[in-house]
């Protein structure tokens, strides 16, 4: 079996949240979804796991961090800068706050980074192909 990560993220409203994840471009997996949780798929080997707070204390007694604080940032890589910035607009079309760090562009990396409806930060990046291979300047 290949590796794959699970991402699990508390939300508020599991309804908003299955609506902005799919207008970024995921896709919910049936299978691994009921009113507690769904499952949201980026890639073959990427999933987000949405619960909601009881759903999500069934498996840590750790409190649920406040909104406007930070423990991770998630990553994710798009194929352009293009592609980046169209993240990006979608995210805050659908009430998500976009540029919560400032945008990063060290020529041969772009990113952004918006935060979700429940305040978890995600980084979009783009990588120029040549400098993944070592072949840049």
């Not at 997996?29 to 999500?56: E, G, R, Y």
């Not at 945008?103 to 120029?128: A, C, N, T, Y």
Request: glycine letters at 6%; charged letters at 15%.
């Amino acid at each position: 079996m290949s590796r794959m990560i699970f991402v699990n993220l508390p939300v508020l409203d599991l309804t908003a949240s299955i609506s902005f994840y799919q207008a970024l471009g995921f896709s919910q997996n049936m299978q691994f979804s009921d009113t507690t949780a769904a499952c949201m798929v980026w890639s073959d080997s990427i999933f987000v796991m949405l619960l909601t707070h009881a759903k999500w204390q069934t498996f840590t007694t750790r409190p649920i961090p406040a909104q406007g604080c930070s423990e991770v940032m998630l990553a994710l890589n798009a194929d352009s800068i293009d592609a980046v910035n169209q993240f990006v607009a979608t995210a805050g079309a659908q009430g998500g706050k976009v540029d919560v760090n400032p945008p990063q562009d060290h020529g041969f990396m772009f990113s952004r980074s918006v935060l979700d409806l429940d305040g978890h930060i995600w980084e979009i990046f783009w990588m120029d192909p040549a400098a993944l291979a070592g072949d840049s300047q």
